[in-house]
């Protein structure tokens, strides 16, 4: 997998988590300051098996890690949209 394919996939699932904390801010608060979030999702094996390597590399000592596991990812959150060309 290259770099920019995995920073697109990763990215995708950060801007899901982030939509996902909005709505469940309880989530949000059993995340510890400073903690390095670790996205696994199940539906793409090779990607969670790269983000548990780099974040071995890239964590600091005493930092804390939050594996988030990801069953699925849905096409869109958008529902009755419209557009209206002017």
Same mark, same amino acid.
């Given at each position: 997998? &290259?770099?920019? /394919?995995?920073?697109? &996939?990763?990215?995708?699932?950060?801007? /899901?988590?982030?939509?996902?904390?909005?709505?469940? @801010? +309880?989530?949000?608060?059993?995340? @510890?300051? %400073?903690?390095?979030?670790?996205?696994? @999702?199940?539906?793409?094996?090779?990607?969670?098996?790269?983000?548990?390597?780099?974040?071995?590399?890239? +964590?600091? &000592? %005493?930092? @804390?890690?939050?594996?988030? +596991?990801?069953? %699925?990812?849905? #096409? #869109?959150?958008? /529902? %009755?949209? #419209?557009? /209206?060309?002017?």
């Amino acid at each position: 997998m &290259k770099a920019q /394919e995995m920073f697109l &996939k990763n990215q995708q699932l950060s801007t /899901e988590f982030d939509l996902y904390l909005l709505d469940h @801010p +309880k989530v949000a608060n059993k995340i @510890p300051n %400073g903690a390095m979030l670790v996205f696994l @999702p199940d539906f793409d094996k090779n990607l969670a098996k790269k983000n548990r390597s780099l974040a071995a590399k890239l +964590k600091e &000592k %005493g930092q @804390p890690v939050v594996y988030v +596991k990801v069953k %699925g990812l849905s #096409s #869109s959150r958008l /529902e %009755g949209l #419209s557009l /209206e060309v002017a």
